[in-house]
C-alpha cells in the first residue's frame, strides 16, 4: 500500500511539474527536457516587494563560481512575474543596468533599446518571460510560451543576461542563487 501510494504522489509531482514546465516554458526546452536542469533559483525583491521568481536552466550545471562558462554555452532565464509591469518599464530597468554595467555608446544605446521594445511585451501578474541565450547569435525570448522575439546581436544578449549575471550586478545575492552557489 505504501509503495502504491508513493508511486501516486509521485505520479501527481510529475504530473503538477511537467504542467509547469508546459506552461512556463518555451518549446525548445520542453522539447529536450531532458538535457535542461535547473541551475538555480530566486527571487527579485525591491523594497521589500516581490517583482519575480527567476530560474537559470542549462543544458548541464555550470560551475557556479565562474559565471563565464554559462555564456559558452545556451542557458534560460525564466521570470516569472508577481505584479504587473508595463514592457516599457521592463525595457528602461534593463537598459540602466546595461548602461551601468558596461561602458557602450549613446547610439549602441538607442539600437539595442529599440531591439529590447520589440521583445518584451506588458507583463501581468504570474506572467512568464523565458530568454534563451543563443551563444555567438544572440538571443530568443519568449512570453507565456510563445515566441516574441529574436535578438540578432550576441553582444546585445550578453549585456542583457548580465543583468542577473555579471560579477557587478545590482543583485549579487540573486546572482549567487541563480548560478546554484548558495
Known amino acids: 500500500m505504501k ?4 508511486k501516486s504522489l509521485a505520479g501527481l509531482g510529475l504530473t503538477l511539474i511537467a504542467g509547469y514546465v508546459g506552461a512556463a516554458l518555451p518549446e525548445p526546452i520542453t522539447r529536450d527536457a531532458n538535457d535542461w536542469k535547473v541551475q538555480g533559483q530566486g527571487e527579485m525583491r525591491w523594497f521589500g516587494l516581490k517583482l519575480y521568481e527567476a530560474n537559470l536552466w542549462s543544458r548541464g550545471v555550470v560551475a557556479a563560481v565562474d559565471a563565464r562558462l554559462v555564456f559558452d554555452r545556451s542557458f534560460a532565464l525564466e521570470l516569472r512575474y508577481a505584479r504587473n509591469i508595463s514592457a516599457q518599464a521592463l ?5 540602466e543596468e546595461i548602461q551601468r554595467l558596461g561602458k ?15 521583445v518584451f511585451p506588458n507583463v501581468q501578474k504570474n506572467d512568464v518571460i523565458v530568454g534563451v541565450h543563443l551563444p555567438a547569435r544572440g538571443a530568443d525570448f519568449y512570453h507565456q510560451g510563445k515566441l516574441t522575439g529574436r535578438i540578432e ?18 543583485e549579487p545575492a540573486l546572482r549567487t542563487r541563480l548560478l546554484g552557489a548558495s
Open 153 to 170: 546581436d550576441a553582444e546585445l544578449a550578453r549585456a542583457f543576461f548580465s543583468i542577473w549575471l555579471d560579477e557587478r550586478t545590482s
Open 91 to 95: 525595457v528602461q530597468a534593463s537598459m
Open 104 to 118: 557602450v555608446d549613446e547610439q549602441r544605446l538607442a539600437r539595442w533599446k529599440i531591439e529590447l521594445e520589440k
Open 3 to 6: 509503495a502504491r501510494m508513493r
